[in-house]
């Protein structure tokens, strides 16, 4: 079963994250949007809409499944690096992609937002944000930058050292997103895929090289964030089977099996 749906609107490629409940970033999912983008590329797309579900973009990387691994190393780096493959395939895509953010994007959700060319929020109580102190772990270098990217050095600072999550309202004032669309009371996301593919659309009306080559040089530090020596992954796995971080893992996945 495929965890990302491909729909094709004229030279627009839709690619919508279907894992439910939450679409948790398991290592299927993050090879199937590689893939899914790296296609919709060679097939000729000329622009990418990244969205998730009513309610919902994604919750981020699939703790509980990362935990399930125990002490395997090699798969827990394995799981890693297939997030961090799909974040480097939305970054160095050729063509623009636009993340219709259809809800809440925490940690690894507002990572594969922040690689994207423009953001575009469902208003209302849904929140956005980079929460990986809050669960005992460390945001690596790269991943500060994409966010001191869109929000300036200082705020980055204070969202990243708190594990802030900030609400739509909050997240459009700070940069963190580009605007705000209503979907009502029934979550109902057609207006806001609408307003993605009609901002693609105006750019892709622009002179295509003039565009494509401004673009290109304006994105070098997106992809440049990106480059293993900046992700750290082995010191990153290093931290993940710290006791303290397991424990914040833990009691995590134990409050989510609550609700």
Excluded at 66 to 71: E, K, Y
Excluded at 208 to 233: F, N, S, Y
Aim: glycine fraction near 8%; hydrophobic fraction near 50%; proline fraction near 5%.
């Amino acid at each position: 079963m495929s965890h990302v749906k491909a729909r094709v609107h004229g030279d627009v490629v839709e690619l919508q994250l279907a894992r439910p409940p939450v679409n948790a970033l398991d290592p299927a999912l993050c090879r199937e949007l590689h893939h899914a983008v790296t296609s919709a590329i060679s097939e000729g797309a000329r622009g990418i809409v990244l969205a998730g579900a009513p309610r919902i973009f994604s919750a981020g990387l699939d703790v509980p499944y990362l935990l399930s691994l125990g002490d395997d190393r090699k798969a827990i780096s394995e799981a890693w690096q297939a997030f961090f493959g799909a974040a480097r395939a939305l970054a160095a895509s050729t063509i623009p992609v636009v993340a219709a953010i259809t809800g809440h994007a925490p940690a690894g959700g507002c990572v594969y937002a922040l690689c994207c060319d423009y953001r575009i929020m469902a208003s209302g109580d849904f929140r956005i944000g980079l929460n990986e102190t809050r669960v005992g772990l460390v945001a690596p270098e790269g991943v500060q930058r994409l966010m001191r990217r869109v929000v300036g050095a200082h705020r980055a600072e204070r969202l990243l050292v708190a594990g802030d999550m900030v609400d739509a309202d909050t997240a459009l004032r700070f940069g963190l997103v580009d605007e705000l669309v209503d979907m009502g009371p029934e979550h109902d996301t057609s207006g806001l895929l609408a307003r993605a593919h009609e901002w693609l659309g105006a750019l892709l009306a622009l002179p295509h090289d003039a565009m494509r080559h401004t673009r290109e040089i304006a994105r070098a530090e997106v992809i440049e964030a990106l480059q293993p020596e900046h992700i750290g992954l082995e010191v990153f796995v290093d931290a993940w089977f710290e006791p303290g971080t397991q424990d914040a893992l833990k009691a995590l996945v134990a409050r989510l099996g609550k609700k």
